[in-house]
């Protein structure tokens, strides 16, 4: 499988790649995909019992570390703030949702093991919801993205 790109490795392949003149919901897109395509969902966390999930979960909440930034598997958590990290860079107006809160920067709102994704409120006020994690599998299969909306 070859070493792991870092998240900044990541970052500046996408920058390169990027197409001329994209709008908001296509560099959105863009960016989902690219990610998609480098990562893929932790085998680890997807097996573990309740209790070491909630570890895991607060693990990448709380402990901003570049081990953990780098890793080739991702939870929502990792996958929220690499997007979010990322597009905020290309100039996006990005917000965390939760299952009921809506934040700009604060992971610390939600529950452990509570599902986040990254959310784009586009200049004319519409909201793209873009769920790496969920549409994960669709990506890399080239299947149809469902996790990719406007959520509104």
Not at 43 to 61: F, G
Not at 62 to 75: A, D, V
Not at 124 to 135: H, L, R, S
Request: glycine share 4%; with cysteine; hydrophobic share 30%.
């Amino acid at each position: 499988m070859g070493k792991t790109k870092s998240k900044e490795q990541i970052y500046n392949e996408i920058i390169e790649e990027m197409p001329d003149n994209l709008n908001e919901i296509e560099l959105s897109a863009f960016i989902m995909y690219k990610i998609a395509k480098e990562r893929s969902f932790s085998s680890r966390y997807y097996w573990s019992d309740d209790t070491t999930r909630k570890k895991i979960y607060e693990s990448c909440v709380y402990k901003h570390t570049r081990k953990k930034e780098n890793k080739r598997q991702l939870i929502c958590v990792t996958a929220t703030k690499m997007y979010k990290e990322l597009a905020k860079r290309l100039g996006l107006d990005v917000y965390i949702i939760g299952d009921t809160k809506l934040t700009k920067n604060d992971y610390t709102i939600f529950e452990p093991g509570e599902h986040i994704s990254p959310v784009i409120k586009t200049k004319n006020g519409q909201y793209i919801k873009t769920d790496i994690e969920w549409d994960l599998e669709n990506i890399q299969t080239g299947r149809r993205w469902i996790k990719f909306r406007n959520n509104r």
